[in-house]
Nanobody
Framework: QVQLVESGGGLVQTGGSLRLSCAAS????????MDWYRQAPGKERELVAT?????STDYADSVKGRFTISRARNTASLQMNNLKPDDTAVYYC??????????WGRGTQVTVSS
C-alpha cells in the first residue's frame, strides 16, 4: 500500500506562487507515476500534471508554463507560479503503483484571491 499526504496549500493573491508537496510512505518505491489533480467547487476533478518514473512530464493546457511537477525519491512537488483565481481548488496528489494500483491523498486547499 502507498499512503500520500499533501501539504503547502493556502491563500495567495493573483500572480503569486505556492509550492505543494506530496509525501509518499509505505510501498513508495513501487510508484510508477505521480500526478496532481484538482477539483474546484461544482466541477469535476481534473488532471493538472503528471510525472513518470522515467522523468517524463505532462500538463493540462491551462497550467502549461506556470506549473512545474518534480519528484525526489518519495516526495512529489508542484510549483505553481503566476496563480489565477481559476486555479482555486482542492489539489490532490495521486500515485500509480504496480503493487497497489492508484492511491490518493486527502487534498490541500489552494485559494487565489483576485
Amino acid at each position: 500500500q502507498v499512503q500520500l499526504v499533501e501539504s503547502g496549500g493556502g491563500l495567495v493573491q493573483t500572480g503569486g506562487s505556492l509550492r505543494l508537496s506530496c509525501a509518499a510512505s509505505g510501498a513508495w518505491y513501487s510508484i510508477n507515476t505521480m500526478d496532481w489533480y484538482r477539483q474546484a467547487p461544482g466541477k469535476e476533478r481534473e488532471l493538472v500534471a503528471t510525472m513518470t518514473s522515467g522523468g517524463s512530464t505532462d500538463y493540462a493546457d491551462s497550467v502549461k508554463g506556470r506549473f512545474t511537477i518534480s519528484r525526489a525519491r518519495n516526495t512529489a512537488s508542484l510549483q505553481m507560479n503566476n496563480l489565477k483565481p481559476d486555479d482555486t481548488a482542492v489539489y490532490y496528489c495521486s500515485a500509480r503503483s504496480g503493487l497497489s494500483g492508484r492511491s490518493w491523498g486527502r487534498g490541500t486547499q489552494v485559494t487565489v484571491s483576485s
